[in-house]
């Protein structure tokens, strides 16, 4: 765990601030959660708060409170270079380095005079002035209740704020079943129902919002699944010509690699899904037990993440990405082998 400068933040944050929260590109529910719940409770502490994020994030996101006030730096370019150049503080949550907002707005950010704050759950952080870095900590939204806990400000968590940070620990957590969750997630959850959060419409809206298209999608994904025993293994493609058959919305494709890593005996779970608009195939990992896919997606597939969730990318059309990838696993087979899962 990292704690660097929040005694001299809070002296900082003592008077009145402009200030910018920003998640990475292709938000999820924990970066878009923390976020907003950041958002609220500052702005209850009588600063005047903007997220901007990188770009778009999924229908099943845009219920939550105050996402409107949101500015997405392709679309709401000037509105968004505006908020960060009068700003006197950024907050980065929920990404460990300014390439994760991707290229447009790392060059913005990297220009950026004041100090930023990062607050975030990702292994190998980059250095900033203020720090708050915990890779044992399920989300970030599980960190920003702890920041306001540090504050002893947990009075001000009103029942938006709750929501906020609830759909980010479940969706996570993936509802709560992942070694990340700890009996003080529970707890933490506990507080934030008796504070509002309505876990069962929470759910609902993340969860049980599916198009007709979004099963089928997942139905084509499924019968793409490909088992190779030998490296407890199985992965899932996905290419352009597919996702447009099913009209393929941003966020579709979420939680689909779990498909694969729930078959028994598979411990190391991977889907390429082909991404027209950025020319290049993005790769989720998904492990269970010792076998690290934060160290797999560093090494071979420019990416990174969490010991048993991370993603990368390739730049090589698909049969070459999964020629690359198969032919990574021999390497890698007494590991896979031994991972203690069964
Ligand atoms: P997902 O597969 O759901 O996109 O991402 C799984 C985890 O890995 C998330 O915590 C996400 O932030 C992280 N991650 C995804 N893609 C990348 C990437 O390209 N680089 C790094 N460093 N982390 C990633
Ligand atoms: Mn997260």
Redesign the pocket.
């Known amino acids: 765990m990292i704690l660097k400068g929040f005694e001299d933040l809070k002296e900082f944050l003592n008077r009145p601030k402009n200030i910018v929260i920003v998640g ?1 590109r ?1 938000p ?1 529910g924990d970066a878009i959660g923390s976020t907003l719940a950041l958002k609220l409770y500052l702005d209850k502490k009588g600063h005047s708060c903007t997220v901007v994020v990188p770009n778009d994030y999924p229908d099943f996101l845009n219920w939550l409170p105050s996402s409107d006030t949101a500015y997405r730096f392709d679309l709401q370019n000037s509105q968004s270079q505006k908020a960060i150049g009068k700003s006197d503080i950024i907050f980065l949550l ?4 300014l390439h ?1 907002v991707g290229s447009d707005m790392q060059n913005t950010l990297e220009k950026y005079p004041n100090e930023f704050v990062l607050i975030d759950h ?1 292994q190998q952080p980059d250095d900033f002035k203020y720090m708050y870095s915990d890779i044992e900590i399920c989300s970030t939204c599980q960190m920003v209740y702890q920041f306001i806990e540090m504050n002893n400000d947990l009075n001000l968590v009103d029942a938006d704020i709750a929501t906020c940070l609830y759909t980010g620990i479940m969706t ?1 957590t993936g509802s709560f079943r992942f070694r990340s969750t700890t009996s003080k997630t529970h707890r933490i959850i506990a507080d934030l129902i008796d504070k509002g959060a309505e876990n069962d419409r929470i759910h609902n809206n993340v969860y049980d919002e599916n198009s007709y298209n979004k099963l089928l999608l997942l139905g084509q994904a499924l019968s793409n699944l490909q088992i190779l025993p030998n490296y407890r293994t199985a992965y899932i493609t996905l290419t352009n010509d597919e996702k447009k058959r099913f009209d393929f919305q941003k966020g579709d494709t ?1 939680g689909v ?1 779990n498909y694969a890593l729930s078959l028994k005996g598979i411990i190391f779970a991977a889907i390429f899904i082909e991404d027209s608009d950025q020319n290049l195939i ?5 492990s269970k037990g010792s076998f690290s896919v934060n160290k797999f ?2 090494n071979h597939f ?5 010991d048993n ?5 390739s730049d090589l059309e698909m049969a070459k990405t999964i020629t690359k990838f198969t032919s990574l696993l021999p390497e890698y087979q007494s590991e896979l082998i031994n991972s203690y899962e069964v």
């Open positions: 990475h292709n999820d929920d990404f460990n380095a994760r990702h996570d979420e690699v993005k790769i989720s990992f998904r997606a560093r420019e990416g990174g993440g969490h969730a991370a993603g990368g990318k």
